[in-house]
């Protein structure tokens, strides 16, 4: 658990654990039939939405990474397309088993805690600055929460519709 006295660390963790536990409870029950299918006609199956989950998980643990290690101005905002990272993204993870996606979708999740958990405090409880705005851990890591969280609602609606 996260040291007394670094409550943003800990309010972040809480935030992810909460999202990621919000996510389980809307795939609880699935089967790998289920997580195959669509969510809706001519869109990501269950999968896929994990492995794109995944993906931007990864990503930003890599940059919060290169950022601790090599400073906040090392990181750069590159100009991307992200419709076509998703599209890349399943399309990088449509061959591989479930089984593999539902690994990456655990060990990327617990590769973010455990790096939250094991930060130093100047990154935990401060402010640094990112391309001129204030950041803090717990900024960093809101899109990941409502990104989870956006998902857990899409997995709700499409099983109310079954």
């Not at 969510?39 to 643990?61: S, T, Y």
């Not at 391309?131 to 900024?139: A, E």
Request: aromatic letters at 8%.
């Amino acid at each position: 658990m996260a040291e007394r006295g670094r409550p943003q660390q800990e309010s972040t963790l809480a935030d992810l654990v909460a999202a990621r536990q919000e996510l389980l409870a809307a795939l609880e029950g699935l089967s790998e039939t289920d997580l195959e299918s669509p969510l809706a006609p001519g869109e990501w199956r269950i999968r896929d939405m994990l492995a794109h989950i995944n993906h931007w998980n990864r990503w930003g643990l890599n940059r919060l990474r290169q950022m601790v290690k090599h400073g906040p101005e090392t990181i750069s905002t590159p100009s991307f397309d992200a419709d076509a990272v998703n599209r890349h993204v399943a399309e990088a993870w449509c061959l591989h088993p479930v089984k593999d996606v539902l690994m990456e979708f655990e060990n990327c999740y617990e590769d973010v805690v455990s790096y939250v958990r094991a930060l130093p405090p100047e990154w935990t409880e401060g402010e640094w600055q990112l391309r001129g705005r204030p950041m803090t851990l717990k900024k960093w890591f809101a899109f990941a929460v409502s990104h989870e969280c956006s998902h857990a609602e899409q997995l709700r609606a499409w099983r109310a519709q079954r």
